[in-house]
């Protein structure tokens, strides 16, 4: 297996390699993606990374900036026209206003603030937010709702959307099922111990079952100790000040998640910021950081903490974790890895990017994830040494202050584990893992070959297809949605403001004939809104393709 | 360059944690085997149960917990999104509608953490610059979302008026001063309906009054007061007689009275919809598991049907205080 494989990637790198060197030549540039890291891999970094690291991230041609400046601009235009419309009186007001008797009070919302959200997104709002009726599996069944006024208001006609292809929810090893033999076990301890626990961790909220899944994260991870919380976002923003304080500090990467910023923030460190996966930037800030201490005092800085995600969620990349581990190690600082998107999805086992990288656990100081995405439940939890486990229960704002998680969502988490671990006696958790991983490629390599542009990881599991264009970005969702395929688009202010995407989260439950299904009706809808931007599209070399097809299904 | 190697190689960082000894009080958890109700078994032995916030008694429901199977079978446990991609379900909606038609105001928003729902519900509206005048014994949630809103925070001492007239008439003659500024600055009063931190109540009627003295808005945090004051439970502005639409937000978590997980807020619509883009835990975070917000609706369901559960709340409580004051 090894070595045919070895002369398949190495044949594939050599083209690559070629495209790009014919692509500088005619002046199209590209960003941080295949170039650098397909040189590094082929030749000086050959020895860190066991497998081929490939990321895409191309850069559309020059005309659809253009264009997508353009269409901000009419929208902006109409926008103060409305808005001028609506001061005047020509227009109807409607939005909710101030109540009479605090008419003098200071306004509570800047006009200015919400000139985007009044003007932009509310024409486009009927493609968010929408309400499903059965459980987020491989399809479900939407409520249909119908707007009247365009989309200052929705009403339910009270029919359903039967099977909808759900491409949107984060259901990546499939465990959001209703089956009654799976869910036996859960259904036995809500029956059991209800649904509240009234009361937060150091007081009367440890409930047995909490050790017992404590106890099996930790086993799962390959770590000494794990703790868990009862809200992903609540893990970050309440642990990372617990962590680090004042004269610390933080490295994040560009695009990380809310909840890591907020928990930075809150933490009172200073925070630095380095270009997404780029180890260079991250270098030469360590560097920096090191030979010249704390801003003014020049003092030296207590510790330095490394904030990164294992995959990204708007971009589909994933981190670059053997170069890391060997900058942390040089310049002895410490690694943060929230595997909310990756842990389940990436690795063999489904253990996360750091089996993904062939990689040990204990080279990651603090491993934090979430259950919400892979194991079909709610929570996080943090992961490492005993010492670190111990200071953080004593510690965290969470286990004071916060309530636990409710015993029957701990059991769904203990049963899916189990499932991947093959602790329940069957190899569906392995299945699982491997259906993923074969989804995925599938998926991305049809998506390349169809011409899309699309960013990341070619073994991630979130897939983003770049729309650009604001007028797309509705038109796509709702023509999609036609179709009875459910997506979710994305645009400003969570992406940058030019490249509005359609993102893709592929699941283990999807069959072939869904993910055919799916890719067709975006074949069609690409030629018809004209979203096949990409310059490279593989299907010109279609004896590689032969190749690596016999590679996977093995 | 030399020199630039020798300090990064001389320099050692702190210890990521320091080690905390074994005998740490909080290291060692009471661990709680089987449902924490009236009588719990902590650490294998068998007790009475005076620390869990279970203030109706809802935990061990017979009804909530069908409720709640029922939405296990239909919709399994977890959500897998956020609200705004595809993580709303229809529960949710209809939770939202039970909590406004009970509060009786036009819109509630639900979070799926307690703790998140006064800690993004406060940076939402409250931007650096503007002031926020918070009681001295305000809980660790609101601190903590007052921390994230980067606004200036003056602190009066708990429960008195006097101090916070005094604050409140302070800053209206800095206002005279720069009146251009004190034209976008916002001003907000934080305070709970009943303590965490002393067990008492807050003066409503008089901050009521000082809000249209001052133009200042109220947000209240009913946590613990919400179904345990008021006739029939439905918190501090029942319990006072107030009109609802005279706070501006009220926010309470669903982890105590209503015996489920999760917090809301309420409010009118101008109010409550801002959260909806710009609340950071509503955004930005899974939704509520379905069976969780099913037992929610159950637990309100109860709430309605028995109006008597909330005389015979403070008739214990009455009767605990007097023994226990002697």
Not at chain 1, 401 to 421: G, W
Not at chain 2, 67 to 82: H, I, R
Not at chain 2, 201 to 206: D, G, K, Q, T, W
Not at chain 2, 278 to 302: K, M, T
């Amino acid at each position: 297996m090894a070595n045919p494989s070895a002369v398949c990637n190495g044949h594939l790198h050599h083209h690559h390699h070629q495209k790009q060197n014919n692509l500088l030549k005619s002046g199209i540039y590209k960003k941080n993606g295949i170039t650098k890291g397909a040189k590094k891999n082929g030749v000086s970094n050959g020895t860190l990374y066991k497998k081929t690291f490939i990321e895409h991230f191309e850069q559309a041609p020059m005309y659809v900036a253009v264009l997508t400046f353009l269409g901000f601009g009419v929208g902006t235009i109409f926008g103060y026209l409305r808005d001028f419309m609506r001061a005047c009186g020509l227009e109807k007001r409607h939005i909710a206003a101030e109540r009479e008797e605090q008419k003098d009070f200071v306004p509570l919302y800047q006009d200015f603030e919400n000139f985007y959200t009044r003007n932009l997104y509310m024409r486009i709002r009927d493609n968010w937010n929408r309400p499903i009726c059965s459980v987020p599996g491989p399809q479900f069944d939407l409520m249909e709702r119908v707007t009247d006024d365009y989309n200052w208001t929705f009403r339910f006609t009270g029919r359903t959307i039967k099977n909808v292809i759900n491409m949107g929810s984060y259901n990546y090893l499939g465990f959001a099922e209703t089956d009654v033999n799976a869910l036996k076990t859960v259904t036995r301890e809500l029956q059991k111990y209800g649904t509240g626990v009234c009361s937060t961790r150091q007081e009367m909220g440890t409930l047995d079952k909490h050790v017992e899944l404590e106890q099996l994260v930790a086993k799962f991870l390959g770590v000494e100790d794990a703790m868990v919380f009862g809200m992903g976002f609540a893990t970050n923003s309440m642990n990372i000040p617990a962590l680090v304080g004042k004269g610390c500090l933080i490295l994040s990467d560009e695009l990380n998640h809310t909840s890591l910023v907020l928990g930075a923030r809150l933490s009172g460190a200073t925070i630095r910021i380095f270009k997404h996966n780029n180890m260079q930037s991250l270098e030469k800030l360590l560097r920096e950081a090191i030979i010249y201490g704390q801003p003014r005092s020049r003092r030296a800085w207590r510790k330095i903490i490394i904030l990164v995600e294992g995959i990204y969620s708007m971009e589909g990349s994933i981190v670059r974790l053997p170069e890391l581990v060997s900058l942390k190690k040089k310049y002895k600082a410490y690694l943060y890895l929230d595997e909310a998107h990756s842990i389940g999805a990436v690795g063999a086992t489904g253990r996360g990017v750091v089996e993904y990288f062939g990689m040990s656990p204990d080279d990651v100081d603090v491993l934090m994830g979430t259950f919400t995405k892979s194991f079909g439940a709610a929570g996080g939890y943090i992961a490492g040494k005993k010492d670190l486990v111990d200071f953080l229960r004593t510690h965290s704002h969470s286990a004071v202050y916060a309530t636990s998680m409710c015993p029957a969502v701990a059991e769904q988490i203990i049963r899916a584990m189990k499932c991947l671990m093959g602790l329940d006696g069957t190899t569906q958790g392995l299945q699982r893992v491997r259906q993923l991983g074969k989804n995925t490629r599938y998926f991305r390599r049809r998506l390349h070959e169809m011409g899309f542009i699309i960013y990341g990881n070619d073994d991630s599991p979130v897939v983003p297809l770049l729309l650009y264009m604001p007028g797309k970005i509705g038109a796509f969702a709702r023509r999609m949605l036609q179709k009875n395929i459910g997506v979710v688009v994305v645009g400003f202010p969570a992406t940058p403001i030019t490249e509005s995407r359609a993102r893709f989260c592929v699941s283990a439950a999807h069959t072939r004939e869904m993910l055919d299904t799916v890719l067709n009706a975006l074949d069609e809808l690409g030629d018809f809104l004209r979203l096949k931007y990409s310059r490279y599209s593989k299907s010109s070399h279609p004896e590689l393709y032969e190749e690596t097809r016999l590679e996977l299904e093995d | 360059v030399q020199e630039k190697e020798e300090l990064i190689e001389e320099w050692q960082p702190e210890p990521l944690v320091p080690s905390v000894p074994k005998d740490h009080p909080a290291l060692n958890y009471n661990i709680v085997s089987g449902p924490p109700t009236h009588t719990v078994t902590v650490n294998g032995k068998k007790c009475i149960n005076f620390a869990s916030f279970n203030f109706l008694g809802l935990l061990d429901n017979e009804k909530v917990k069908s409720a709640a199977q029922a939405s296990l079978k239909k919709y399994g446990v977890g959500t897998c999104g956020p609200r705004g991609f595809y993580g709303t379900f229809d529960v949710h909606l209809e939770l939202e509608e039970r909590l406004a038609e009970f509060m009786r105001t036009e819109e509630a928003i639900i979070y799926s953490y307690g703790f998140a729902t006064i800690a993004s519900a406060i940076p939402a509206y409250s931007k650096r610059g503007d002031i926020v005048f918070v009681d001295e014994a305000a809980c660790f949630a609101i601190q903590k979302g007052l921390q994230a809103s980067r606004s200036s925070i003056k602190l009066f001492k708990h429960n008195d008026m006097a101090d916070l007239e005094r604050l409140l008439k302070e800053q209206e003659t800095e206002d005279q001063k720069n009146p251009r500024k004190a034209r976008v600055t916002r001003r907000f009063i934080v305070v709970e309906g009943l303590y965490m931190n002393t067990g008492d109540v807050c003066p409503l009627p008089e901050l009521i009054k000082l809000k249209y003295k001052y133009k200042v808005r109220i947000f209240l945090e009913e946590s613990l007061s919400f179904g345990v004051l008021g006739e029939r439970g439905r918190g501090i502005t029942e319990h006072f007689g107030i009109n609802i639409d005279d706070i501006d937000l009220i926010s309470a978590n669903m982890e105590n009275s209503l015996a489920s997980i999760g917090g809301f807020c309420c409010g009118r619509s101008f109010i409550i919809d801002h959260q909806r883009l710009s609340g950071q835990g509503y955004c930005f975070s899974a939704s509520l598991p379905p069976l969780l917000a099913a037992a929610a609706i159950e637990a309100l369901n109860i709430m309605e049907d028995n109006p008597d559960i909330f005389q015979t709340l403070r008739a214990k409580c009455e009767r605990i205080h007097k023994a226990l004051q002697g």
